[in-house]
């Protein structure tokens, strides 16, 4: 299809606004100044040349996009004819313009030659980018129409003839029969702009496509709650979404991943990291690792970073990968209190077996000596040492017995109301002999009035035993521990203090978990299987109070601190 003259803006370029539209409009000018070193103002050879040369984008651009439509299925809206009318265009220019010049044998073969050298590099760009190579095309009708304007401007200054237009120049475009040479520089000038715009809109199509894939991407990756990232084959930093400066309070700036992971990781995390990322870019692997990343508090939180190469075909080498940080630092605390829940689980059962035998070796001893008839004072010192350890393992198992029941909220308190000293007096009472054992100064400081409580009197006691237990046996010999009571706020408060190994801070919060240890030295292990302060906790808050400890630190002793109700009165 041709336009009529007038039809289309003749003076109008499309701006330069992009790194594409800049290599697009070097290669069209490129292109025009190679034509005027070749022929300088002899413009019917320069016309010659662009009309073999302006077939050929037409034509190859209408083929590609038929043979997509073909693979896709899909309409073209009309766009090949489009092409195709530009390619039939152009031959109608050549075909006048071959009246008009009469080119010599020499100027024929140069514009096919020309037209053999562009074809091939514009198929290659095509095939490369089919947005550059509508805008070169663009570009290029925007230098054939500089072109015309140069040869219209020689026609009207008398320095070309203006000859009579040929007849096929007048029946192709339906000029008067009395038309000269200046209406059909006109109308092609027409025709060029018409192209340009239309290849224009081809590439401009295709931009706002791509910027439209870009820009629905972005909105897509700063919704998701995870931190996104893009990095290039050579490890460089593209992309990350909003939520990598949100969470790291880091501006993002394109470079290097060791520089993003230095300024962002945790120190011990760094060399760890680029390692397995490295690794991951040389064999063009997955890449996956757990580290720590700094928030914008300062503080650190574990993730999970994953990425999936894109691997270029033609080297095999990675292109890029396309990755994510996702928050794990809750499944990170999960685990290790498993990890530790388990390692106190096995110590648990080691010290049980441990425990369980001990006594067991004593009362086997002992019924082989009874077995002999020994004298019958040996034989009841023997008795006494076997029921002493049958009292242990008794004690052991009732123990156990009590956590089962507890935890199945089996147990059932026997309440009545009841005197805190007297209770205390039954701890004290208790472990007498371990106190004695260790030669330590008991100091006790009670209230001469009553502290009423309503309570499980046998369970309460063993509350306060096994603190008082846990004192004696966690203090070197002929140390001192101290036993007070006191009432504040309708409350009772009862203190256990020792000048034993004490306990680390990081240890405090634990020390009343089930199989919880308090880290001793050997010289002072007595044994124990871990489960009597979980005891102490869970029967004080079945009583509504509440137990902690506290401690200056290892070697400064130790005070644990419970706290009643008071029975009301």
């Not at 999960?334 to 010290?351: L, N, P, Y």
């Not at 030669?439 to 309503?454: G, N």
């Amino acid at each position: 299809m041709h336009v009529r003259a007038k039809q289309v803006p003749v003076e109008s370029h499309h701006p330069v606004r992009t790194p594409c539209d800049r290599v697009a409009r070097g290669i069209a000018r490129t292109i025009r100044l190679l034509a005027e070193a070749c022929y300088g103002k002899r413009y019917c050879s320069r016309v010659l040349v662009v009309g073999m040369v302006a077939a050929v984008p037409g034509m190859v651009a209408g083929a590609m996009l038929h043979l997509r439509c073909l693979r896709r299925m899909s309409d073209d809206n009309g766009s090949i004819r489009r092409l195709l009318d530009e390619a039939d265009n152009k031959r109608m220019h050549l075909m006048i313009f071959m009246r008009i010049a009469q080119p010599t044998r020499f100027e024929r073969t140069t514009a096919l030659v020309a037209q053999a050298v562009f074809f091939h590099g514009y198929l290659m760009l095509h095939l490369a980018s089919s947005r550059m190579a509508h805008r070169v095309v663009g570009y290029l009708r925007e230098e054939a129409i500089e072109i015309y304007t140069r040869y219209l401007d020689e026609i009207e200054a008398g320095r070309i003839d203006n000859a009579p237009a040929p007849p096929i120049a007048i029946d192709y475009w339906m000029l008067p029969h009395d038309a000269r040479l200046r209406d059909v520089v006109m109308q092609l000038r027409v025709d060029e702009a018409a192209h340009r715009d239309v290849n224009h809109a081809f590439a401009s199509h295709r931009d706002a496509t791509v910027h439209g894939c870009e820009a629905r991407f972005r909105s897509i990756a700063n919704a998701v709650p995870q931190i996104m990232w893009i990095t290039d084959g050579e490890g460089r930093v593209e992309f990350v979404n909003r939520q990598w400066s949100r969470y790291t309070g880091i501006a993002f700036v394109q470079g290097a991943a060791d520089d993003s992971a230095v300024a962002a990781l945790h120190p011990d995390d760094v060399e760890h990291t680029m390692a397995r990322f490295h690794h991951a870019r040389e064999l063009g692997e997955p890449f996956t690792v757990e580290h720590r990343i700094r928030a914008a508090s300062g503080a650190y939180r574990w993730f999970l970073a994953r990425a999936e190469p894109e691997m270029e075909p033609a080297t095999g080498r990675p292109r890029r990968f396309y990755g994510t940080c996702v928050d794990i630092h809750e499944r990170r605390i999960a685990e290790a209190k498993v990890g530790e829940a388990d390692r106190r689980k096995e110590e648990f059962i080691a010290t049980l077996a441990h425990e369980l035998r001990n006594p067991l070796a004593p009362i086997r001893t002992g019924l082989a000596v009874l077995d002999m008839n020994p004298p019958l004072e040996t034989a009841a010192k023997t008795r006494a040492v076997m029921a002493r350890q049958l009292c242990h393992m008794v004690r052991l198992i009732d123990d156990l017995l009590d956590v089962s029941r507890i935890n199945n909220n089996k147990i059932e308190l026997q309440l009545e109301t009841v005197d805190l000293r007297g209770v205390l007096k039954d701890a004290i009472e208790a472990t007498h002999a371990s106190v004695e054992a260790g030669r330590h100064e008991l100091i006790v400081s009670l209230p001469s009035a009553a502290i009423y409580v309503d309570a499980d009197r046998t369970r309460l006691a063993q509350v306060f035993g096994n603190l008082l237990g846990n004192a004696a046996k966690y203090t070197p010999p002929e140390g001192r521990i101290d036993l007070s009571a006191d009432v504040i706020d309708g409350r009772a408060l009862i203190q256990v203090r020792d000048t034993g190994v004490g306990i680390d801070a990081a240890a405090l919060d634990s020390v009343f978990e089930l199989f919880s240890q308090i880290p001793t030295s050997t010289a002072l292990s007595q044994g124990g299987l871990g489960i009597g302060l979980s005891l102490v906790k869970r029967l004080v808050q079945m009583h509504g109070g509440s137990v902690w400890a506290v401690s200056a630190g290892a070697g400064e002793g130790s005070t644990f601190f419970v706290t009643l109700p008071c029975a009301a009165r």
